[in-house]
């Protein structure tokens, strides 16, 4: 690991941009996914996403209704503000993902053939100015594995099938990285992690930092898988606002050389929850921008 890598792994207030994180891990293939330059309703949205972006199956797996992609609303000096970003709805009353909200994979694989071990994300995201955090929501991560589908919905991962690791914001926009992966004993008696006993994703160091309403917040998330397989060394580390405020080295996200990271895991919807008490009593927005990803085939 460089000197670069190592303070950044070390200081907990290490501030970097995402592509000095990128070169401090030897991440040197990057990626990011093209916007229209021009504002489109939802069925146009989807044509442009569908011809644009690799999604997989060629599909937004659900929400398509809910995506448009409009003027910026929050336009600052570190972006294009003629450029249009990519609005999510929730109508008044969503807290799921059948009634707000949207999810789709898009898969980046080298042009080698082999699989990418390690994946650095970062993208822009803004909620209104009146958006009401609720209970919780998810927002888009890293996810990988031969089963692409799985590995979130209370779909376990069992180290050979698949993993995730998103953000998600809770209450009063406390922030964390949600993941499914392997257990490994004593990983649940750590204070950093919040573990579910029904199946579903761990939380990581809730509440390390907030988000904001009414302006752009910026994600910059880490994921290097565990290497060997059976060695729980893998690392998720989360930059918010070029500032690190997670950074966790003792995960297992895989038993088997089958799983490697596909790509970008965009799901957006108020969930962690099944039930209205999870809900937007108003009609509310997300918006995404700057989108990139920088990767390797060389893993933890």
């Known amino acids: ?18 592509s000095a994180i990128a070169s401090s891990y030897s991440l040197t293939t990057s990626t990011s996914l093209p916007f229209p330059t021009a504002t489109l309703s939802s069925s146009s949205a989807e044509s442009y996403m569908k011809s644009s972006w690799p999604l997989n199956d060629d599909k937004i797996d659900f929400g398509a209704d809910d995506l448009s992609f409009v003027s910026d609303p929050f336009p600052d000096s570190s972006s294009d503000s003629n450029s249009p970003v990519l609005q999510v709805t929730y109508p008044a009353g969503s807290y799921s993902h059948g009634t707000g909200g949207a ?36 927002l888009p991560g890293i996810r990988g ?8 919905g209370g779909n376990v991962a ?10 998600m914001w809770r209450t009063d926009g406390e922030g964390e990285v949600y993941s499914y992966f392997l257990l490994p004993d004593g990983l649940c008696d750590n204070s950093n992690y919040i573990c579910n006993q029904d199946n579903y994703g761990t939380s990581i160091d809730r509440g390390s930092f907030s988000f ?37 080295s003792i995960l297992q996200y895989r038993n088997s050389s089958k799983v490697y990271i596909s790509g970008f895991y965009f799901s ?8 209205s008490s999870w ?5 509310v ?8 990803m920088w990767a390797s085939t060389e893993a933890a």
Not at 114 to 123: E, G, N, R, V, W
Not at 268 to 275: E, F, I, T, V
């Open 285 to 292: 927005h997300t918006y995404f921008r700057n989108v990139q």
């Open 103 to 138: 999810q789709f994979t898009a898969l980046w694989n080298p042009s080698s053939g082999d699989k990418f071990k390690s994946m650095l994300l970062t993208y822009e995201l803004a909620f209104d100015t009146d958006f009401d955090f609720v209970k919780g929501g998810k």
């Open 212 to 248: 904001v309403t009414g302006q752009w917040n910026r994600v910059t998330m880490l994921v290097r898988l565990n290497d060997p397989v059976d060695t729980a060394n893998g690392q998720v580390q989360l930059y918010y606002n070029n500032v690190e405020a997670i950074d966790q």
């Open 279 to 283: 809900a937007t009593p108003n009609e």
């Open 268 to 275: 957006d919807l108020r969930s962690a929850g099944s039930d």
């Open 145 to 152: 594995g031969p089963e692409e589908n799985w590995c979130s």
């Open 1 to 18: 690991m460089s000197l670069l890598a190592f303070a950044i792994s070390c200081n907990a207030a290490t501030t970097a941009s995402p």
């Open 158 to 167: 069992n180290g050979s099938n698949c993993f995730s690791s998103r953000v």
